[in-house]
């Protein structure tokens, strides 16, 4: 991140204080006798086990939009800070159940938490995470009203609830000859969009913004969300390997549902013919990716992305984000849906 | 339950309502589409799928002791709805989970989630009812102040975590040659004992009982959910398959390491050997329960069962509970611990 200084010094000043809110709420809970769970614990939040480290814990950027959010509200970010270890416990806890419900054996580089202790201990690990995120929230109270603290605490749970609708979809979906564009939609809402946007709803309450900011403050992380899960379909097809850490065209391989499949499925041409032959191996993806960039699927998943993301930063304008935090967010978003501007 | 009237035609009211605020909770959360998550929530709770109705639903007792913990507090227990709908949907939750981690393929007389829907929708079938459980219980905040809503909202949270300490350990225990009683003890007080303590905690904070009357509610249910299990496990070992609806012995032939198990390893005589062998039969099972009983296993797990419930009701005079509610507490866990007065 050496073309955002701003943002480099504040998530410089974000880490250690985000593992400080962790640490307290995962020792305020207690151990009772179970010394193993935290190990399970720790290991997935990247600070124990082989190769522990800022890749085993991940970009933390839900909980870096949260932080900003709240001070480009104008508030101190540090209000928004049990806010933003909710998010990561929560995206956390997310990860280890996608992990063995998808049979997702590497996370980070490193081994599943699942294919390290078994399956059974992995839910659970993931259920103790789901309870710390819970917990973590609710120490807003001590920063924020008793009735924003309990506000925040009804979206996480509605957030929650969306999260795994999302998640319920894309595992339903892999069962599926036919998927249509509104349940994808659905998905995508839940499962990617929908925790970015309480990360932001959630740090400009903690501000103490009025209600439509925070509205708007919601609507760009949702925009965002949506429009960086279908820049991640398109890199699925046609992304570089060295860029994305996946093998490209991995997605094809996958039969996994995305945006451009989807389109090409609705074509009926000679992408949906290949796709629904069910021989798709390596070797005939290259040619496959090219058909369906020649039958419009790449330039519909790209303008569709694009329209996303216009709406991700009108919405930003709209909630009048103020001062270096603003301008950080505005340029994280672009980042991250790799705008050059 | 015809020798408990009272109690009787409070259960008659409680059903009903309970069904109310669980079907204000789901459909108030919203459905994004995903009318089969709603489908497996629904056969989770016995309303829905092939012989569902009061069997299927369970005997809900945990919603049941809260409901009266905040009546017998001096309370009205309609107050306590929202707390009595998150215990019951986080049972609910925490069945799910368990009966894939353990592979148990019945739950109240039909097949588990997981072996309908598969370990991954049921997976994250167990995670929406998790955050449907906490979303239920900020409702309290309908019906209490602010800060008793949040107050209970951090013991749930606590409670949670308990839950998947106990189940922590549970699932270690398989594994360990060894099990030491404090290692069981913690175990038993996070799996069985902390739902039903918070369930009476909550009904009697929900009732606006003092600090002092809310622990001994608490007491109460920590002691009642011991005494439980501890009678659950000479269940398990000499139990009629009549009264248990399970195989008598059941538990020795699979191995679980329950208080009587510990205390004949502990021994290190006949049952120890024959344990260790790893030899253990449906044919040699009742030999080998009969050999524990004979060393004392039997006998040291009954007096310690006798003690928690001693403990319990002692914890429950302490609380002093008011009308027939309070009488309905008392009957009801002298049932639930099989004594006859």
Redesign the interface.
């Known amino acids: 991140m050496t073309d955002l200084p701003a943002l480099s010094s504040f998530t410089a000043q974000v880490r250690p204080a985000l593992r400080k809110t962790l640490e307290k709420t995962i020792s305020s809970?207690?151990?009772?006798?179970?010394p193993?769970?935290l190990e399970m614990i720790t290991y997935q939040l990247g600070w124990s086990g082989e190769n522990a480290g800022p890749k085993a814990e991940g970009k933390q950027l839900r909980a870096t939009f949260t932080l900003l959010a709240c001070q480009a509200a104008g508030g101190d970010w540090r209000d928004a800070l049990p806010a933003a270890a909710a998010v990561e416990l929560l995206h956390n806890f997310s990860l280890i159940?996608d992990d063995?419900?998808?049979l997702g054996e590497i996370r980070r580089g490193r081994p599943a938490v699942w294919k390290v202790w078994g399956?059974?201990?992995a839910?659970?690990?993931?259920?103790?995470m789901?309870?710390?995120a819970?917990?973590a929230l609710?120490d807003l109270?001590e920063s924020v009203s008793?009735?924003t603290?309990?506000q925040a605490?009804?979206l996480?749970?509605?957030t929650?609830?969306?999260?795994?609708?999302g998640?319920?979809?894309d595992?339903?979906f892999e069962d599926q000859d036919q998927v249509n564009l509104?349940?994808y939609w659905?998905m995508v809402?839940?499962k990617t969009a929908a925790l970015l946007a309480f990360g932001l709803e959630a740090g400009a309450l903690a501000a103490g913004a009025n209600p439509e900011i925070q509205a708007h403050f919601k609507d760009f992380g949702h925009y965002l969300g949506m429009a960086f899960q279908v820049q991640d379909d398109i890199l699925g097809i046609w992304g570089e390997e060295e860029m994305t850490g996946k093998s490209a065209s991995g997605d094809l391989i996958t039969h996994k549902k995305t945006l451009p499949v989807l389109y090409g499925l609705a074509q009926k041409r000679e992408f949906a013919k290949a796709w629904n032959s069910g021989e798709i191996t390596p070797a005939t993806v290259p040619q496959l990716a090219e058909i369906l960039q020649a039958e419009g699927g790449r330039a519909y998943a790209q303008s569709t992305a694009d329209r996303l993301t216009d709406l991700a930063l009108e919405s930003l304008r709209k909630a009048q984000p103020q001062g270096e935090a603003g301008e950080s967010l505005e340029k994280l978003a672009k980042k991250l849906l790799q705008r050059a501007s």
């Open positions: 809970a207690g151990n009772h006798g179970t193993h769970l159940h063995i419900e998808d399956k059974a201990q839910i659970n690990t993931g259920d103790a789901f309870a710390l819970n917990a609710l109270s008793l009735e603290a309990l605490g009804k996480f749970h509605t929650c609830l969306r999260l795994t609708q998640q319920h979809l595992i339903a509104e349940s659905q809402g839940g």
